[in-house]
T-cell receptor
Framework: GAGVSQSPSNKVTEKGKDVELRCDPI?????LYWYRQRLGQGLEFLIY????????KSGLPSDRFSAERTGESVSTLTIQRTQQEDSAVYLC?????????????FGPGTRLTVL | GQSLEQPSEVTAVEGAIVQINCTYQ??????LSWYQQHDGGAPTFLSY????GLEETGRFSSFLSRSDSYGYLLLQELQMKDSASYFC???????????FGKGTRLSVIA
């Protein structure tokens, strides 16, 4: 596609429910990243996928968070038993590669609100 | 680990020049990047410095001094549309993702 797409654009859920967020990276991009951005804050790294390598999960804040990626395509970020503190914009980004690659292309984000 | 420091807010007048500084601490270094984010929008790439010196792209320039672990973004001929948040980001190794600073909110006033 022309750019990184994410769905849904907005998600409102009740505390304790599970949510799934989807990311479609730019075709041919081997690296995919998830970030969380709370209101007025910076980007908090969550997880990244690079080709067929094991994902770097070092940024996941708790075991309620998990992510999967099918090959070099779609990724889903799952948050189980959501808490109000999970309310944030979840941004996905992709890049052609990592070594020497400097630019990440971001999607529009999913705004998650946990009531 | 890595840490990045940048001012939280900067205000400047339309037509002026503004400099946004960034200092970093990393175990290694693989380049300093700058991203712009308008309210409600996604971050977009502005520049990347892997080597010391100044990189110029139109009204925007970015500088890096690896010996000082310091860089800055320079915006010239400021326009109202430049009002946004600006993030510096570093990669400390070739196979790790970017780590972002907390961002500098730039307000351009008439």
């Amino acid at each position: 596609g022309a750019g990184v797409s994410q769905s849904p654009s907005n998600k409102v859920t009740e505390k304790g429910k599970d949510v799934e967020l989807r990311c479609d990276p730019i075709s041919g991009h081997t690296a995919l990243y998830w970030y969380r951005q709370r209101l007025g804050q910076g980007l908090e790294f969550l997880i990244y996928f690079q080709g067929n390598s094991a994902p770097d999960k070092s940024g996941l804040p708790s075991d309620r968070f998990s992510a999967e990626r099918t090959g070099e395509s779609v990724s889903t970020l799952t948050i189980q038993r959501t808490q109000q503190e999970d309310s944030a914009v979840y941004l996905c980004a992709s890049s052609k590669g990592l070594a020497g690659e400097s630019e990440q292309f971001f999607g529009p984000g999913t705004r998650l609100t946990v009531l | 680990g890595q840490s990045l420091e940048q001012p939280s807010e900067v205000t400047a007048v339309e037509g002026a020049i503004v400099q946004i500084n960034c200092t970093y601490q990393t175990s290694g270094f693989y380049g300093l990047s700058w991203y712009q984010q308008h309210d409600g929008g996604a971050p977009t790439f502005l520049s990347y410095n892997a080597l010391d010196g100044l990189e110029e792209t139109g009204r925007f320039s970015s500088f890096l001094s690896r010996s000082d672990s310091y860089g800055y973004l320079l915006l010239q001929e400021l326009q109202m549309k430049d009002s946004a948040s600006y993030f510096c980001a570093v990669r400390d190794k070739g196979n790790t993702p970017l780590v972002f600073g907390k961002g500098t909110r730039l307000s351009v006033i008439a």
